[in-house]
C-alpha cells in the first residue's frame, strides 16, 4: 500500500517537473490554428474567418500584431493590427469599409474577420498571420456562390400557335438553362441562351424558347449551376389571354377613371339640385304666405332667409 502511493506521488512529480521543463519550449512553438480552412458565402452576405492562437493568461495587446492577406496575384492587404495599433493605411481598395476584425475576441486567442457584403471577387485563399511571442500563420479558402434564385419569365404570341417563352436570371458561376415540356420531354435544342457579364462578375443569363403549342400547356425552364450542383425552375403557362394581359389591365384602368368621374360629378350634380330644391322650397313657401297672411315683415325675414341660399 505504501509502496503504490509513494509511486504516485513520485509520478506527479515527475510529470510536475516534465510540464515546468518544457514550459518554455511549449511557448516557444508558437502555433496558429484554423478551425476552419474552407469557408463558402453567398453573395452579398457576411462571413467571419477565424484563426487562433495561444493566448496565456491576460493578453498583452501592445505585444500583438495580426495581419489577414489575400493571395491574389499580388498579394492584397486585407486587415493590419501592428503592436496592438491598426493600420488601414495600407489595406487594398477591394476592401474598403468592409472588414472588421473582432477585437473582443482577440483576448479569447482568437483572430475573427468579418468581412461584410461580399463579392465575387473576394474569393481565393487568405493568409492569417499572428505574431505574439512567437510567429505562424494558416491559410484559408474562401468560396462565393451566386444561386440564380429568381428567375423572371415572358410568354408572347407570335402568331400561328407560335409562342417565344423567355426565362432570365442571374448568378455564378455559369448556368446552363435546361427547357421541358409537361412530359419532362428535353426541349433544349430548341432554346437560345445568351451570356453577359455585369458588374461584379455576376452572369446574366438569358434563354428564348420559340415552340408551337396549343393553349393551355406548361413549360419549365431550368437554371442548372453545375458546379454548385443547384437547380432552379420556373413555370411557363401559355394562356389565350398571354398576350392580351396589357390590354386588359389598361382597360380596367380607364374603367376605373370612368366610374370616379362618374360618381363625382354625380355628386356635384346632386349638391346643386339639392340647393335649389331648397331655394325652390322656400321661395313657394314664402309666396304662400305671403299671398295668404300679406304681412310685410314676414315676407322681408323670408326673402333673408332666400338669400342666405
Ligand atoms: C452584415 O453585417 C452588417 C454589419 O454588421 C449588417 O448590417 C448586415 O445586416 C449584415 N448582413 C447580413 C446579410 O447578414
Ligand atoms: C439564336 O440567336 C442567334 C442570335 O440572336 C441567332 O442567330 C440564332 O439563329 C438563334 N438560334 C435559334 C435556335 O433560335
Ligand atoms: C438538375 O437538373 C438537371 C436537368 O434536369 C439534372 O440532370 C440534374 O441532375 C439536376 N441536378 C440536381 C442537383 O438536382
Excluded at 11 to 32: G, M, Q, R, S
Excluded at 59 to 85: A, C, P, T
Excluded at 169 to 192: H, M
Excluded at 247 to 266: D, H, P
Aim: charged share 25%; aromatic share 14%; glycine share 4%.
Amino acid at each position: 500500500m505504501q509502496r503504490q502511493r509513494s509511486i504516485y506521488i513520485m509520478e506527479k512529480a515527475l510529470l510536475l517537473y516534465i510540464f515546468l521543463f518544457y514550459w518554455h519550449f511549449l511557448n516557444a512553438l508558437f502555433t496558429v490554428e484554423a478551425p476552419q480552412t474552407l469557408y463558402t458565402v453567398e453573395h452579398g452576405n457576411n462571413v467571419t474567418m477565424e484563426c487562433t492562437f495561444p493566448v496565456n493568461g491576460k493578453l498583452k495587446f501592445r505585444d500583438l500584431s495580426v495581419s489577414w492577406e489575400k493571395k491574389d496575384e499580388l498579394k492584397k492587404q486585407v486587415y493590419v493590427l501592428l503592436k496592438g495599433e491598426e493600420d488601414f493605411q495600407s489595406q487594398h481598395s477591394d476592401f474598403r469599409g468592409r472588414i472588421k476584425l473582432l477585437k473582443e475576441n482577440l483576448n479569447l486567442g482568437q483572430s475573427l474577420l468579418q468581412i461584410t457584403d461580399v463579392k465575387l471577387r473576394d474569393a481565393g485563399f487568405y493568409r492569417c498571420l499572428i505574431g505574439y511571442g512567437g510567429a505562424d500563420y494558416k491559410t484559408i479558402n474562401l468560396k462565393v456562390k451566386a444561386p440564380y434564385r429568381t428567375i423572371t419569365q415572358r410568354v408572347v404570341s407570335i402568331g400561328d400557335n407560335k409562342w417565344k417563352l423567355t426565362c432570365q436570371s442571374e448568378g455564378y458561376p455559369q448556368a446552363e438553362v435546361i427547357w421541358q415540356n409537361s412530359e419532362y420531354e428535353d426541349l433544349t435544342d430548341k432554346a437560345n441562351t445568351s451570356y453577359k457579364t455585369g458588374s461584379d462578375q455576376l452572369y446574366r443569363v438569358t434563354s428564348t424558347l420559340t415552340i408551337k403549342s396549343r393553349t393551355d400547356e406548361i413549360f419549365y425552364c431550368i437554371f442548372w449551376n453545375k458546379e454548385l450542383q443547384e437547380n432552379t425552375s420556373a413555370i411557363l403557362r401559355i394562356e389565350d389571354s398571354s398576350d392580351s394581359v396589357l390590354w386588359t389591365e389598361s382597360r380596367r384602368f380607364v374603367g376605373a377613371i370612368l366610374i370616379v368621374t362618374a360618381l363625382f360629378g354625380s355628386v356635384l350634380l346632386f349638391m346643386l339640385y339639392i340647393k335649389k330644391g331648397i331655394k325652390f322650397f322656400y321661395f313657394s313657401v314664402s309666396s304662400l304666405l305671403r299671398s295668404i297672411c300679406s304681412v310685410n315683415s314676414s315676407s322681408q325675414r323670408w326673402n333673408e332667409i332666400i338669400k342666405v341660399f
